[in-house]
């Protein structure tokens, strides 16, 4: 990760095309953020929707012409109006719970266009998913496929199964976050697959639909997508071989986001390069189906937020605003990077000064940015950059903040 910097006030802030600064008041579009601050209170959310738009759009040139279907993954953000923006641009939504799919319906989703993924699928929350009608089980491991298979034959249904299969590919990405190699909780083994598949194949509640693999988040490079879909051809080819017909395939999510000078590939590019290759490989006619969360809604987002105090100190000098790792659990989980930058240039009277910037929560481990230069004074707003996906969706009421 580069050296953390304070993006420089300019009308562009790169990698957010619907956030800029105008007569230097940072706006999300044509709204003002200083007047959503005072009218509904700090810290608050902003989403863009022609930002969400835009990204997905993206995705939609690279699947033109093609039989694709792209599925929300809504555990980036689940606010029910970000779903709804979602829901009827026509998308289907990757869901983990029970939870996550009583939003999406009452959102407006379609069923039918849900895919449930997750390692720990209880039995209530299969049974919630069969009585919705939803599209597909991506099911993680062999008791999970016996599991469901049970609970639809007691309710006379067959359950759409595909089984995620860990391609061991490196995605280059945080270990938090990387979810396709061995070692990780995640699929089952490359190996396992066909075996799998042919018990899937021969259990009454299952119908075996698709394929399914997802390697890891926040990745900025092509060539682990390119080889895992490699090797995931490899799999359909020798499950199809069984005679195991598969209409779908499923390639995940994680595409990375610009947080602090990263580059991933724009979705389009990168489905360009992918399905060359799947053409090459004669799968080019096969459905396919994807997962993407935070190339979708992160940069649609930001976390406005007031300065409560600045406390010099010898050491390190800090400044305390009203946002916390309880909103914001991604820097003190991932030490990840967010850009902070005001949201008023023309208040700013201080002189400038390196902070680290920290929540009021009681935890040494609350700090949202280290060694920001800002020149900023208590009562102003900043705003925290890329917050649209999981942070609002991981926030958590600790220290029984609201
Ligand atoms: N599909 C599956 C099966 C997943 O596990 C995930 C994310 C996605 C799709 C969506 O991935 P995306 O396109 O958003 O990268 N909390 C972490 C990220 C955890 C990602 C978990 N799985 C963070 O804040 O970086």
């Known amino acids: 990760m580069n050296p953390p910097v304070n993006p420089v006030a300019s009308a562009e802030l790169p990698g957010h095309p619907f956030v800029a600064y105008r007569d230097d008041a940072l706006h999300v579009e044509d709204v003002a953020l200083s007047a959503l601050a005072q009218t509904h209170g700090t810290p608050l959310f902003v989403y863009s929707k022609a930002a969400m738009l835009s990204a997905l759009a993206a995705y939609q040139r690279g699947f033109a012409g093609r039989d694709a279907q792209i599925c929300y993954a809504m555990k980036a953000n689940s606010s029910l109006g970000v779903l709804q923006v979602f829901a009827q641009a026509g998308c289907g939504f990757d869901i983990v719970s ?55 034959s007691a309710m006379n249904l067959r359950a759409p199964v595909s089984i995620r299969v860990n391609p061991n590919v490196d995605p280059k990405t945080h270990p938090y976050i990387s979810t396709g190699l061995k070692g990780n909780k995640f699929g089952v083994a490359h190996e396992d697959a066909l075996r799998l598949y042919q018990h899937a194949a021969s259990l009454q509640g299952l119908q075996v639909v698709g394929i399914d693999c997802h390697i890891g988040s926040q990745i900025t490079e092509s060539t682990p997508y390119l080889d895992a879909m490699d090797r995931v051809l490899d799999l359909v080819a020798a499950i199809e071989a069984a ?63 007031e300065v409560l105090y600045l406390k010099p100190g010898e050491q390190k000098s800090f400044c305390i605003i009203d946002a916390a790792m309880n909103d914001l659990p991604r820097p003190s989980l991932y030490q990840a990077f ?54 609002m969706s991981m926030a958590s009421n600790y220290n029984t903040r609201g």
């Open 98 to 152: 029970g939870g996550e799919l009583a939003r999406v319906l009452a959102a407006g989703g379609d069923a039918r266009k849900i895919i449930f993924s997750g390692v720990g699928k209880t039995r209530a929350e299969m049974r919630q998913a069969l009585t919705a009608g939803i599209g597909c089980f991506n099911v993680e491991s062999e008791a999970e496929l016996d599991v469901l298979s049970g609970v639809a």
């Open 243 to 305: 005679g195991i017909p598969l209409a779908h395939i499923d390639f995940g999510g994680g595409l990375g986001i610009n947080y602090n000078d990263d580059t991933p590939p724009a979705a389009d590019d990168l489905w360009r390069q992918l399905l060359a290759k799947l053409d090459a490989r004669g799968y080019g006619g096969k459905k396919l189906m994807i997962e993407p969360g935070r190339s979708l809604v992160g940069n649609a987002g930001v976390c406005l937020t």
């Open 338 to 391: 967010h850009a902070i930058v005001p949201v008023d240039l023309k208040a700013r009277q201080a002189a400038e000064a390196t902070y680290d910037v920290v929540g009021p929560v009681c935890e040494s481990g609350d700090w949202i940015g280290r060694d920001r230069v800002l020149q900023v004074a208590a009562g102003e707003h900043l705003a925290v950059l890329s917050a649209g996906a999981y942070c």
